[in-house]
């Protein structure tokens, strides 16, 4: 059998030029194009982070308004029950009581002022429509008549009361109009 030769491991060429490869610590080029490389990653990952949160903080900001105005939209339907609860008590307190129902009559005004005061509390204003002009945003028209001395389009007379809940329209005032003699 032939004996073969190999050299020993501590005889392998051990000369840095046997490496083929560059140190970038040794290659100034290659470590400002790897340092370059890596800044522009960082600001790209940056860049995403300053975006995802800015639309995490927009997503966060419509989510609490969407949340708000459907909470509104609720109180309006529970307030607008309310507001006929009122115009109830309004034509209780348009009649005139005898004598006898006087203390009838206080609790009525009492339970009157306490759903005014609720009304006012959660933002709820009448709607001002007497010598104003017709507003079909807030006005429903229910009877046009001549009247002497009111111009034309003019509101001469209250119907039922409107309400606002704060900007919102909760109920139109129901009114007559003057119209042209």
Do not use: C
């Not at 609490?64 to 609860?85: C, I, P």
């Not at 709820?124 to 017709?134: C, H, K, N, P």
């Not at 809940?165 to 129901?174: I, K, W």
Request: aromatic residues 4%.
């Amino acid at each position: 059998m032939a004996e073969t030769n190999f050299p020993e491991e501590d005889q392998l060429d051990q000369s840095p030029a046997a490496h083929t490869e560059p140190d970038p610590a040794l290659d100034p080029p290659a470590a400002t194009v790897a340092v370059a490389q890596l800044q522009r990653e960082r600001d790209d990952l940056q860049d995403r982070l300053l975006r995802k949160s800015a639309e995490f903080d927009n997503y966060r900001k419509r989510v609490e308004k969407e949340r708000r105005e459907h909470a509104e939209w609720a109180a309006a339907d529970v307030l607008a029950d309310v507001v006929a609860a009122v115009d109830d008590f309004d034509r209780a307190l348009a009649v005139e009581a005898p004598p006898e129902a006087q203390s009838y009559r206080a609790g009525v005004e009492l339970i009157h002022r306490q759903l005014g005061e609720l009304l006012r509390k959660r933002g709820v204003t009448t709607i001002e429509t007497a010598g104003t002009d017709f507003d079909p945003h807030i006005h429903q028209a229910v009877a046009y008549d001549e009247q002497p001395g009111a111009r034309e389009g003019e509101v001469i007379g209250e119907m039922r009361k409107g309400y606002r809940l704060g900007e919102r329209l909760l109920r139109p005032a129901l009114v007559r109009v003057a119209k042209a003699s």
